[in-house]
């Protein structure tokens, strides 16, 4: 168990409707990361937070965005659902910037009918 | 995309017997992390080598980094049937600041008792 916890662990969405996907990060950890990760593949960035501010996105659409709370929990919404978005998503929280570990959470797997 | 890809892809041994997989990256990198993830849930970070290191052992866990020619290994040595899992390199890049990761494709483990 690393402390992170997601939530909901399993969504079915039909194509064109938006999701938002939570996550709660380990006890003072101010940096959370989100990643894609699509069946049979690796992780792939989606955006990082660092004091609820983004800092840095890889390469996904602007209909992804996130929060980072002050309580450095945080959300993934993502509008205009396409069959492509099916995948599990992962947050990943680390102390600090610096810091060179990152803890996963179990991820939520996302369906897009 | 992906930074790294990783070889074999699967990987099926006996228990007792040692597995070995490698990882090759494209970019300069501040560390190389190896992470396990067990049936699509979360990955469970392994192992971290940094830029400057050349081998790194935890417990039955060996790595080997070797930035002249952009590759990794990670060698399990006597499996078990627990090793079960796919395992992934992951590269923080030297221009990116903070951690944020660039995962390769992943090998999957089958370790037969």
């Known amino acids: 168990e690393t402390g992170v916890t997601q939530s909901p662990t399993h969504l079915i969405k039909t194509r064109g409707q938006q999701v938002t996907l939570r996550c709660s990060s380990q006890?003072?950890?101010?940096?959370v990361s989100w990643y894609q990760q699509a069946l049979g593949q690796g992780p792939q960035f989606i955006f990082q937070?660092?004091?609820?501010?983004?800092?840095g996105r890889g390469n996904f659409p602007p209909r992804f965005s996130g929060l980072q709370f002050p309580n450095y929990s945080s959300e993934l919404n993502v509008n205009a659902l396409e069959l492509d978005d099916s995948a599990l998503y992962l947050c990943?929280?680390?102390?600090?910037?610096?810091?060179?570990?990152?803890?996963f959470g179990p991820g939520t797997r996302l369906l897009v009918l | 995309s992906q930074q790294g890809e990783e070889d074999p892809q699967a990987l099926s041994i006996q228990e007792g017997e040692n597995a070995t997989m490698n990882c090759s990256y494209k970019?300069?990198?501040?560390?190389l992390q190896w992470y396990r993830q067990n049936s699509g849930r979360g990955l469970v970070h392994l192992i971290l080598?940094?830029?400057?290191?050349r081998e790194k052992h935890s417990g039955r866990l060996r790595v080997t980094l070797d930035t002249s020619k952009k590759s990794s290994s990670l060698l399990i040595t006597a499996s078990r049937a627990a090793d079960t899992a796919s395992y992934f390199c992951?590269?923080?890049?030297?221009?990116?600041?903070?951690?944020?990761?660039?995962f390769g494709g992943g090998t999957r483990v089958l370790v037969k008792p």
């Open positions: 990943a929280s680390s102390l600090s910037l610096e810091q060179e570990t990152q803890y």
């Open positions: 006890s003072g950890h101010n940096t």
């Open positions: 937070y660092y004091r609820e501010e983004e800092n």
């Open positions: 970019t300069s990198i501040n560390n």
């Open positions: 080598i940094r830029s400057n290191e």
């Open positions: 992951a590269t923080d890049a030297r221009e990116a600041a903070g951690n944020k990761l660039t």
